[in-house]
Nanobody, 120 residues
């Protein structure tokens, strides 16, 4: 059973930066995606990283967010720069195969989430 634990969420001002971490219990052969959700809104895909290291991020965060991984420590990262109030959400990492997981959101494994709050 894969376990994912996010950390790094915080409250920051607009324009600031944060780095979220997703500690996996084992090496992740399957893609690991980042999602975010605000109360009352649908969960939104943010991006994904594959075992090859290739990444995809959605247009709304392109140029501001970067996904990376440390294969030795089994940690996935979401580096967020130039944060905006609209980025405020609970951020989750999740793992699973195929488009059902990313961008579909039907992933096999989920972390508990970490809160990011961006104030103007």
């Amino acid at each position: 059973q894969v376990q994912l634990v996010e950390s790094g969420g915080d409250s920051v001002q607009a324009g600031g930066s944060l780095r979220l971490s997703c500690q996996a219990s084992e090496y992740m052969h399957m893609p690991v995606a980042w999602f975010r959700q605000t109360p009352g809104k649908e969960r939104e895909a943010v991006g994904v990283i594959y075992s090859s290291g290739s990444t995809i991020v959605v247009d709304s965060v392109k140029g501001r967010f970067t996904i990376s991984r440390d294969n030795i420590k089994n940690i996935l990262f979401l580096e967020m720069n130039s944060l905006k109030p609209d980025d405020t959400a609970m951020y989750y990492c999740a793992a699973g195969w195929g488009p059902d997981c990313y961008p579909g959101g039907q992933c096999m494994y989920w972390g508990q989430g970490t809160q990011v709050t961006v104030s103007s």
